[in-house]
């Protein structure tokens, strides 16, 4: 007769502790930019709502970032890094195949032996690692989750290229996720589209490097209309959707924190789901630009730190972005 | 049943005002959407999305760059019509 196995059960819910960041030391504007793609910071303005860029120095990389926001975090959660015993990084700009960013973060942290892995959801990827981390706490696998989104994003980019580049920025958000009384953390709503794989992309591939070193160093490119259609019109029912699982309602919510990835997709997102004005919107990519996997993180660590938001509140967040893929849900905030 | 010339051009002409405030007068066929209505791409796409909607057709992203004027948007809507 065979042993009947065991499986593990966790706390009924699990809730976001805290939430820490760091932006790139230095600041990059619009004229600081403009010259390489024949454009004005008036042009880039009206076209993203982006006035600076956050962007790190050369001697700063990823894990550094990373190490940065995790420490804010664990500060503010009280925690100490032998606490945390899963670490998940998404990011999509770290410089090694392997090991994984979240194993050198751990033992950096004092965190070893705990759990670690990497995340590869780009613009999502915030939100998908909350929603490994919710799932990590309530089966028991884990008590206290960081998360990271981090993002050295300067280091793919080209100063010619007029799609992307200029919209990116340096940063990196953390979050600490551990059990709750309470429920603290939505449903995630989720996907991808790898129909859609050649929108925002790499110029080309490592191995086509190998194959042809002048090529150079691969940076990003993207469809931005086609990506502006797909964001803007079909992220708000995913947003929608998110709230309507939760049990929630705009009139629910507290705070938006979109993906900051253009303004006018934040604006028009707003519009379809029909927000009310008392709803905080995060429009952190004025400052910070666009930092992928750190956006969502920031853009909230900021609306807590102006006030615009309390402890307690509920903050609808969406990240999306090369995958296609796509995240929401809702929390409680720290 | 399917819309007009005239209908979609009297539709798309309350699109193009609501996203951009011009009056529905000044969205006339021979304009052009980038050099005389001011429209840029992400615009664009805006209003490409809700005459989708509008008027159930479907206009590929690829095929938008060729809708250079009122006109070739009315006749690409009108001839997506099934």
């Known amino acids: 007769m065979s042993a009947t196995l065991r499986q593990a059960t966790g706390p009924a819910y699990s809730r976001i502790l805290a939430i820490g960041g760091v932006r790139g030391e230095n600041v990059v504007t619009n004229d600081d930019i403009a010259g390489p793609i024949d454009s004005s910071d008036e042009w880039i303005r ?3 709502g982006i006035v600076t860029r956050r962007r790190a120095g050369a001697d700063v990389d990823v894990l550094d970032l ?4 995790a420490r804010d975090a664990l500060a503010r959660a009280g925690l100490q890094g032998a606490d945390v015993d899963a670490v998940i990084v998404s990011t999509v700009t770290y410089f090694h195949q392997t090991p994984a960013a979240a194993a050198v973060l751990a ?4 965190a070893t032996p705990a759990a670690a892995f990497d995340v590869s959801a780009a613009c999502a990827g915030y939100a998908y690692a909350i929603a490994q981390a919710d799932a990590l706490v309530r089966a028991g696998a884990a008590t206290h989750v960081l998360v990271v989104g981090a993002e050295k994003m300067s280091d793919f980019i080209d100063p010619t290229d007029r799609s992307i580049s200029f919209l990116l920025g340096d940063g990196a958000g953390a979050a600490i996720v551990g059990p709750s009384d309470t429920p603290g953390i939505g ?5 991808s589209d790898g129909g859609k794989a050649q929108a925002i992309r790499q110029t080309h591939a490592w191995s086509d490097l190998r194959e042809d070193p002048s090529l150079g160093w691969p940076t990003l490119r993207q469809d931005g209309p086609s990506v502006f259609k797909w964001a803007a019109f079909q992220m708000a029912p995913v947003a929608a959707k998110a709230m309507a699982e939760a049990g929630v309602t705009p009139a629910d919510i507290g705070a938006f924190v979109p993906h900051q990835a253009n303004m006018r997709i934040i604006d028009q997102m707003i519009k379809q789901l029909e927000l009310p004005d008392t709803v905080a919107v995060a429009r952190d990519i004025a400052e910070t630009g666009n930092t992928s996997a750190a956006s969502i993180p920031l853009a909230t660590r900021r609306l807590l730190d102006e006030g615009q ?3 307690g509140d509920l903050a609808l967040q969406i990240g999306f972005g090369a995958g296609l893929v796509y995240a929401a849900q809702v929390v409680v905030l720290p | 049943m399917a819309y007009t010339e005239q209908e979609v051009l009297a539709g798309l002409a309350e699109i193009v005002a609501e996203e951009t405030g011009l009056p529905t ?3 006339a066929l021979e304009k052009s959407f980038t050099d005389d209505l001011d429209i840029d791409s992400l615009s664009m796409m805006t209003i490409v999305t809700h005459a989708e909607d509008k008027f159930g057709v479907r206009i590929p992203d ?3 760059k060729n809708l250079t004027t009122v006109g070739d948007a ?3 809507i009108t001839g997506a019509q099934a």
């Not at chain 1, 990373?66 to 926001?69: G, R």
């Not at chain 1, 449903?187 to 996907?191: A, F, R």
């Open chain 1, 187 to 191: 449903p995630t709503v989720w996907g």
């Open chain 2, 62 to 64: 690829d095929e938008v």
């Open chain 2, 25 to 27: 007068d000044a969205v």
């Open chain 1, 107 to 110: 033992e950096r942290l004092g």
């Open chain 2, 74 to 76: 009315v006749s690409f």
């Open chain 1, 66 to 69: 990373s190490e940065a926001a």
């Open chain 1, 309 to 311: 938001v309390r402890s």
């Open chain 1, 46 to 48: 009206q076209r993203t």
